[in-house]
């Protein structure tokens, strides 16, 4: 059964400058919830991200247990939006929309998750 996880965050920043930094795949680990021991074990130079681009990660969400994952990029919107798309991990679905809003008070930063959990959690 697929579920969606909806966040939103507001940022005293631009767009530009919020893209910037969002879209580095080196600053993924940054912004990753502290819990899940996000460690990004591709290197692409300091590209940022394109549609196409694979990264390999190691999460360790569940009592430390190293878990390997990959995505891939399917969808880039440069200062709007990108889609990362679960190719190996954790989950038996993942597709996770990033939009960045501009609105009077900075950037609203909005995160849509779909996913299914594995083995009929």
């Not at 893209?19 to 590209?47: C, Q, R």
């Not at 247990?65 to 190996?88: A, M, Q």
């Amino acid at each position: 059964m697929k579920k969606r996880l909806n966040r939103e965050q507001q940022l005293n920043c631009d767009v530009e400058a919020a893209w910037h930094f969002i879209s580095s795949h080196k600053n993924l680990s940054k912004i990753a919830p502290k819990d899940m021991d996000f460690t990004v074990l591709s290197d692409y130079n300091g590209e940022q991200i394109a549609e196409g681009m694979v990264i390999d990660y190691i999460v360790s969400p569940l009592r430390k247990v190293p878990l390997k994952w990959r995505t891939r990029i399917i969808y880039v919107e440069p200062n709007n939006s990108f889609t990362d798309f679960h190719e190996k991990g954790p989950y038996k679905y993942w597709s996770h929309f990033h939009e960045f809003i501009l609105n009077k008070d900075g950037m609203l930063m909005k995160d849509t998750v779909d996913y299914e959990l594995s083995f009929g959690f």
